[in-house]
């Protein structure tokens, strides 16, 4: 079964820094990776999706992440923090099971910016 | 533009009692599912429905029953609420199960059991 693990729950960066956040994921098919954000006492809604045309995928607000099969990861990056960007974000594969696809989320990074 | 909409947004229920949480989406699409969030935990799958009149679990169905008679309404239904189902619950809706499709999200419902 697919699935995603995210390093580290919470991370801290300042306003104008880089923004790294980590995904690894486990599949034995080529995987469609996601990752979606959830501002304060919303829904989630998706920031960029892999779904193999190309390895680096650009998103929305500047955010990008980059496919990298030999490292089973899907990182997600910005160059420069934004105190808008406060936000927990979320990494997820699709997986199939019984007759359909499912999103399977991983645990979250709650980005924190700090002025 | 409404999207998925659910009700209500805030809940306090007793241990025992029963109470159905409303999801709606106006986008026509076949797929939906629930899901709750926990802290630390992520979102867990616990039903979803590829379509009308089509249902079936996820990773966390215990407690909960759904039930799919329009392509736009999907509610999930709590037949006895336990501590344990304090979370915060999301409904998605996807165009079609497909492994590329972006699901879209409701607001989610805060419930509480005490």
């Known amino acids: 079964a697919q699935s995603v693990t995210q390093l580290g729950s919470h991370v801290s960066v300042s306003e104008g820094a880089l923004v790294l956040l980590r995904c690894n994921y486990s599949?034995?098919?080529?995987?469609?990776l996601f990752w979606y954000v959830q501002y304060p006492n919303q829904g989630l809604q998706l920031l960029l999706k892999y779904t193999s045309a190309a390895t680096l995928v650009k998103g929305i607000n500047g955010f990008e992440a980059e496919f990298k099969k030999s490292e089973t990861s899907f990182h997600l990056t910005k160059p420069s923090a934004h105190m808008s960007d406060a936000a927990e974000y979320f990494c997820?594969?699709?997986?199939f099971g019984a007759g359909s696809y499912q999103l399977t989320f991983g645990k979250g990074t709650k980005l924190s910016v700090i002025p | 533009n409404a999207g998925v909409t659910q009700t209500p947004k805030f809940q306090v229920l007793k241990t025992g009692q029963s109470m159905t949480l409303q999801c709606a989406q106006d986008?026509?699409?076949?797929?939906m599912s629930w899901y709750r969030q926990d802290p630390g935990m992520g979102l867990r799958l616990i039903h979803y429905s590829v379509g009308a009149g089509i249902t079936d679990q996820g990773e966390v169905p215990n407690g909960y029953n759904v039930s799919r008679s329009t392509t736009e309404d999907f509610p999930l239904r709590l037949l006895s609420a336990a501590p344990s189902q304090t979370s915060v619950y999301f409904c998605?809706?996807?165009?079609?199960?497909?492994?590329?499709?972006?699901?879209?999200f409701g607001q989610g419902t805060r419930l509480t059991v005490v």
């Open positions: 998605a809706s996807t165009l079609q199960g497909q492994a590329n499709s972006e699901a879209f």
């Open positions: 599949s034995s098919v080529p995987p469609y």
């Open positions: 997820a594969v699709t997986s």
């Open positions: 986008m026509n699409h076949e797929y």
